[in-house]
């Protein structure tokens, strides 16, 4: 008798969150329920993680929420400020939960790849060189002429490309590959996030950014694990801390492959949204958002209550799969 073939449905039939994955390895037994810390009620929410820990020295989604990469700056004789960046797609081996692997394409060695971050009217100046072994390119979302839009100008396994442009229009951008076929180089971790400030600076705020993402484990076209920032329920065991009535700035990002949408809820709580980031007046105020892939917004928020609030997205099979976590709000 042939194996039935594992599906992300099947997964959740067993149990509340991640029961079993499948791996670039073969199928792993997933790590079981959270034990951690005082005995918890079966249907608790916070039974919905994992146990154990990934290598967190290899990539901590603590550390990249925060981290923008401003490039190496200079100035150009007329005045105008150069910013450049070394870009290198690695294959690279990743961990998207305690034991479980996914064989990556990445940007700089990670999934997401650096978040990129200009002010409008910088000119920007990104070497790429290919390291990987397939073909790939970097796309950036935003203005810049036909020859530097990463879609013909495919760099072959130990080629390099330069691109150059001016950073506009200001926003919240995201940058790809955009080698075919898209959905296997987007799928495999090619992508990351693309800021590029105003002239007119917003007000000082706790920054993070949020790249949604998924990974399809077992090559069937279905995403098993789903998370922000690759590691499924890791803002579940290391909450995201804010201070009361502090205002929080999210860089929202959809990467997600083979699911038309995907959404974020935050409990307790409305945002402002800016959508795309285009804009310095808001759009909508909203406590759940739905975005398509490529599509990006700046949510904007102050908690009025202390303690700890969750957020996740809103398709709840998305959630139990690793797309969920905690915000620790602090008097």
Same mark, same amino acid.
């Given at each position: 008798?042939?194996?039935?073939?594992?599906?992300?449905?099947?997964?959740? =039939? #067993?149990?509340?969150?991640?029961?079993?994955?499948?791996?670039?390895?073969?199928?792993? #037994?997933?790590?079981?329920?959270?034990? *951690?810390?005082?005995?918890?009620?079966?249907?608790?929410?916070?039974?919905?993680?994992?146990? #154990?820990?990934?290598?967190?020295?290899?990539?901590?989604?603590?550390?990249?929420?925060?981290?923008? *990469?401003?490039?190496?700056?200079?100035?150009?004789?007329?005045?105008?400020?150069?910013?450049?960046?070394?870009?290198?797609?690695?294959? %690279?081996?990743?961990?998207?939960?305690?034991?479980?692997?996914?064989?990556?394409?990445?940007?700089?060695?990670?999934?997401? #790849?650096?978040?990129?971050?200009?002010? /409008?009217?910088? !000119?920007? !100046?990104?070497?790429?060189?290919?390291? =990987?072994?397939?073909?790939?390119?970097?796309?950036?979302?935003?203005?810049?002429?036909?020859?530097?839009? &990463?879609?013909?100008?495919?760099?072959?396994?130990? &080629? /390099?490309?330069?691109?150059?442009?001016?950073?506009?229009?200001? &926003?919240?951008?995201?940058?790809?590959?955009?080698?075919?076929?898209?959905?296997?180089?987007?799928?495999?971790?090619?992508?990351?996030?693309?800021?590029?400030?105003?002239?007119?600076?917003?007000?000082?705020?706790? /920054?993070?950014?949020?790249?949604?993402?998924?990974?399809?484990?077992?090559?069937?076209?279905?995403?098993?694990?789903?998370?922000?920032?690759?590691?499924?329920?890791?803002?579940?065991?290391?909450?995201?801390?804010?201070?009361?009535?502090?205002?929080?700035?999210?860089?929202?990002?959809?990467?997600?492959?083979?699911?038309?949408?995907?959404?974020?809820?935050?409990?307790?709580?409305?945002?402002?949204?800016?959508?795309?980031?285009?804009?310095?007046?808001?759009? *909508?105020?909203?406590?759940?958002?739905?975005?398509?892939?490529?599509?990006?917004?700046?949510?904007?928020? %102050?908690?009025?209550?202390?303690?700890?609030?969750?957020?996740?997205?809103?398709?709840?099979?998305?959630?139990?799969?690793?797309?969920? =976590?905690?915000?620790?709000?602090?008097?």
């Amino acid at each position: 008798m042939k194996n039935k073939k594992l599906s992300r449905r099947k997964i959740l =039939g #067993g149990a509340v969150g991640v029961t079993a994955l499948a791996s670039g390895r073969g199928l792993l #037994g997933a790590p079981a329920l959270s034990t *951690d810390g005082p005995a918890l009620e079966a249907h608790d929410a916070r039974v919905m993680s994992t146990t #154990g820990e990934v290598d967190l020295s290899q990539f901590d989604p603590s550390k990249f929420l925060y981290e923008f *990469d401003y490039g190496q700056v200079s100035e150009l004789p007329d005045g105008q400020t150069l910013r450049e960046w070394d870009i290198v797609a690695v294959d %690279k081996e990743i961990e998207i939960a305690p034991g479980v692997y996914f064989p990556a394409w990445t940007y700089n060695g990670q999934v997401p #790849g650096p978040t990129l971050r200009c002010t /409008e009217g910088d !000119r920007l !100046r990104v070497r790429f060189s290919n390291a =990987g072994s397939h073909p790939h390119t970097i796309h950036f979302h935003g203005f810049h002429p036909a020859k530097m839009d &990463g879609v013909f100008e495919v760099v072959k396994p130990g &080629g /390099e490309f330069v691109y150059e442009f001016e950073a506009e229009p200001f &926003g919240l951008h995201l940058y790809h590959c955009h080698s075919v076929p898209l959905k296997r180089h987007i799928h495999k971790g090619l992508y990351g996030a693309f800021i590029v400030d105003p002239q007119e600076k917003r007000p000082e705020a706790r /920054e993070m950014v949020l790249v949604m993402n998924g990974f399809d484990t077992n090559f069937d076209g279905d995403n098993e694990v789903y998370g922000v920032n690759s590691v499924a329920f890791h803002y579940h065991r290391h909450p995201i801390t804010v201070k009361l009535q502090e205002l929080v700035r999210i860089y929202l990002v959809n990467t997600l492959e083979f699911d038309l949408l995907n959404s974020l809820h935050i409990h307790g709580n409305f945002f402002e949204v800016y959508r795309t980031g285009t804009r310095l007046t808001p759009d *909508d105020f909203t406590d759940t958002i739905m975005l398509c892939q490529g599509e990006r917004h700046i949510l904007e928020l %102050k908690f009025r209550h202390p303690g700890t609030f969750m957020f996740h997205a809103h398709q709840s099979e998305f959630a139990e799969l690793g797309w969920m =976590g905690f915000f620790e709000v602090e008097p």
